[in-house]
């Protein structure tokens, strides 16, 4: 099947590669003449386990086109991911101007032949109206065309594995044609995997997506609640929750507690759909409250730092873990962002490493020391934090890193380290909750 991919980005490109190792015809399309230069070379735009490979295995076959020319592929193609980012307005609102404007071109681009487009971005319910009725606007009358909503939910750092393997996959149709066309997309992936579908019509796809994110931030922002009641009462945090997720109606997943939730997706998504809320007139407070809780993660860490060295005005501290989690350079909403932002601000010297993130950060932050691996951060360093939970750090010689610190005092924002076992090395631990 020939498939058209608009915007190739974290969500565009896993798509796109995915699909063309499923055997279909894609071309990807993206109007970042940079991006495009380096995929069609084979080199990822991004930090992706596993995407590099498949990006040149499936170049190489054929199978997967990279260009910057949308026309030509529309016209050709069958079915038309639309992937672009849907980036808050300063309301929290989605910005749907890059929706639009491929929808746009792609009314522009449409012959007589029957398509189907895919609404993959995450966007508020009733967008693909929106795009229906802007694709009818701009194409020619014979257009024949329906329009799907196919929300994602892989994860970075995991997106080839979530998008091969996902929970589900959820198909927002309003015409059997269109649901005809999406199955056989899917098809290899179903017959390998026994993935469930769920078809549902377009709105309530829409909002699956933003239900499902609003959910899993909330348990987040529950995780981090009951870490900061035990961190008041004594309580220990994993003890509580990991008895609380044993009941299978709540499930252990998604229950860490730490220095909040940051990423393009959880933070944006949730207030959109409070902006949403608030257009039909319903109580949005569930998610004030997620996203107060939220600040208060970071917030708590740095209150715990304040306390323990006092005087923080020209104070060397290391900072393990740059991206908002691992296994990604991305920084987007990374609470390392925010609590570097407010150490700088109290005339911290801050020393970090990242395995992966640090080009990202050097983009928005120059004027911190960037190291070469995690045993240079944490040299002549007062303390040391933990703000991505990386595997590299949990291997690291701990040893060597309480030799070299001024002070070896460690403040674990991710959990990753047992507190008994940093006591018994010497090391002043805190953690979060326990
Ligand atoms: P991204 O910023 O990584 O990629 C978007 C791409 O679209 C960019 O490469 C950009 O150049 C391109 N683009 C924008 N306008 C274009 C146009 N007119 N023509 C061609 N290309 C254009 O974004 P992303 O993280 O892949 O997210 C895309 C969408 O998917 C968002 O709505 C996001 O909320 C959603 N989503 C993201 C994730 C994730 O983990 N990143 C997961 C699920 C859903
Ligand atoms: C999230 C969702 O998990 C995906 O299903 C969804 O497709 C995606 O958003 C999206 O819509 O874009 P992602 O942002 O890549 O994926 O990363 P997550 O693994 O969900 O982590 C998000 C943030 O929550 C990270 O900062 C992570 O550290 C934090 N987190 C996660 C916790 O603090 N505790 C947890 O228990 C889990």
């Not at 693909?128 to 020619?140: D, F, G, H, P, W």
């Not at 309530?204 to 009951?226: C, P, R």
């Not at 909403?333 to 990202?360: C, F, R, S, T």
Request: net charge negative; with cysteine; proline share 4%.
């Amino acid at each position: 099947m020939k498939i058209a991919i608009i915007g190739t980005g974290y969500v565009g490109l896993t798509t796109g590669v995915c699909l063309a190792d499923l055997g279909h015809q894609v071309s990807c399309i993206d109007n970042d003449l940079e991006k495009v230069e380096k995929l069609k070379r084979g080199i990822p735009p991004i930090f992706e386990p596993g995407i590099e490979e498949l990006i040149k295995k499936n170049l190489e076959s054929g199978k997967l086109t990279i260009s910057s020319e949308i026309t030509p592929v529309v016209k050709e193609s069958e079915v038309i991911f639309i992937c672009v980012n849907t980036p808050p307005k300063a309301d929290g609102q989605s910005d749907l101007k890059y929706v639009e404007q491929v929808a746009r071109e792609i009314a522009e681009s449409l012959n007589s032949d029957y398509k189907v487009i895919v609404d993959k971005s995450t966007v508020p319910v009733k967008t693909a109206e929106k795009v229906k009725e802007t694709i009818l606007r701009y194409s020619q009358d014979e257009t024949k065309f329906d329009v799907v909503s196919n929300p994602e939910f892989l994860r970075e750092g995991m997106a080839i594995k979530d998008t091969l393997e996902p929970d589900r996959i959820v198909i927002g149709v309003d015409s059997e044609k269109a649901k005809e066309k999406m199955l056989e997309v899917y098809k290899p992936l179903i017959e390998k995997t026994n993935t469930p579908i769920k078809i549902t019509s377009v709105r309530s796809a829409e909002l699956i997506k933003h239900g499902a994110n609003t959910f899993l931030a909330a348990k987040i922002s529950f995780a981090n609640l009951i870490a900061h009641t035990c961190e008041e009462t004594g309580a220990n945090a994993l003890e509580v929750l990991e008895a609380i997720g044993l009941d299978k109606r709540i499930g252990n997943q998604f229950l860490n507690p730490g220095i909040g939730f940051g990423g393009s997706c959880f933070p944006k998504d949730i207030a959109a759909y409070k902006k949403t809320l608030e257009i039909l007139g319903i109580n949005g407070k569930f998610i004030e409250a997620i996203e107060e809780i939220n600040q208060e993660a970071w917030q708590r860490f740095i209150h715990k730092i304040e306390k323990e060295l006092w005087v923080l005005d020209g104070k060397i501290i290391g900072v393990l873990g740059l991206s908002f989690k691992p296994n990604t350079d991305d920084i987007r909403n990374a609470p390392a962002l925010k609590i570097i932002g407010k150490l700088k601000a109290d005339g911290v010297k801050i020393k970090a490493y990242d395995p992966q993130a640090m080009e990202n950060f050097k983009k928005v932050m120059l004027d911190i020391e960037y190291c070469q691996n995690p045993y240079e951060a944490a040299n002549s360093a007062e303390a040391l934090l933990i703000c991505t939970e990386w595997d590299e750090f949990r291997n690291i010689d701990l040893k060597r890193i309480k030799e070299s610190m001024v002070t070896p005092i460690v403040f674990d924002g991710r959990n990753i380290f047992e507190p008994t076992k940093m006591e018994e090395l010497g090391f002043k631990y805190f953690g979060v909750g326990r």
